[in-house]
T-cell receptor, first 115, second 113 residues
Framework: GNSVTQMEGPVTLSEEAFLTINCTYT??????LFWYVQYPGEGLQLLLK?????DKGSNKGFEATYRKETTSFHLEKGSVQVSDSAVYFC??????????????FGKGTLLTVNP | NAGVTQTPKFRVLKTGQSMTLLCAQD?????MYWYRQDPGMGLRLIHY???????AKGEVPDGYNVSRLKKQNFLLGLESAAPSQTSVYFC????????????FGPGTRLTVT
């Protein structure tokens, strides 16, 4: 079956530090990959996505590249801000068959950015 | 544009009590989902619906029932609450097809004592 593995947190960084949150996946076929962000007390928001190999998703300074050869979709940001403090979820969705609309989530990584 | 809304935001139940969580979306989405979020577990799919009048089981359906009588609403019911159902519940919706990203509601925090 499908699965997503993210690096375990919590991750604590100082403002302007470089961020990497690792995400690897197991899936049949060619899934779409997503990063969702959950700010304290809120629901999940889509941060970025990539739908095919070598695609790069980007938003708000965050980037992730769909690497089929390493089955990875690592999230990066060059300079984090205090406002980036949140829980980040990697997720995949298969694009074929009867379940091509269901998301499989990783366990989430808590990021805290200190001023 | 409200997006996805959930009612209530918080609830405390005693073991054995019943309740219904309401999810509403105003985006005319075909698909709707109920997830639960537990510490260290990520989000797990409870039930989902691909259209009005249809529902299906997700990853962790036991102890829950759902109904989708109207396209814009998706109800999650707990007939006899148990402490193991203490969690944060999220509803989501998406449009049909491969490009349909999921939009999430703000969540309902449920405690069963």
């Amino acid at each position: 079956g499908n699965s997503v593995t993210q690096m375990e947190g919590p991750v604590t960084l100082s403002e302007e530090a470089f961020l990497t949150i690792n995400c690897t996946y197991t899936a049949t076929g060619y899934p779409s990959l997503f990063w969702y962000v959950q700010y304290p007390g809120e629901g999940l928001q889509l941060l970025l996505k990539a739908t095919k190999a070598d695609d790069k998703g980007s938003n708000k300074g965050f980037e992730a590249t769909y690497r089929k050869e390493t089955t990875s979709f690592h999230l990066e940001k060059g300079s984090v801000q205090v406002s980036d403090s949140a829980v980040y979820f990697c997720a995949l969705r298969t694009n074929s068959g009867g379940s091509n609309y269901k998301l499989t989530f990783g366990k989430g990584t808590l990021l805290t950015v200190n001023p | 544009n409200a997006g996805v809304t959930q009612t209530p935001k918080f609830r405390v139940l005693k073991t054995g009590q019943s309740m219904t969580l309401l999810c509403a979306q105003d985006m005319n989405h075909e698909y709707m989902y109920w997830y639960r979020q537990d510490p260290g577990m990520g989000l797990r799919l409870i039930h989902y619906s691909v259209g009005e009048g249809t529902t299906a089981k997700g990853e962790v359906p036991d102890g829950y029932n759902v109904s989708r009588l109207k396209k814009q609403n998706f109800l999650l019911g707990l007939e006899s609450a148990a402490p193991s159902q203490t969690s944060v519940y999220f509803c989501a919706s998406s449009r049909q097809g491969r490009r349909g990203e999921q939009y999430f509601g703000p969540g309902t925090r449920l405690t069963v004592t």
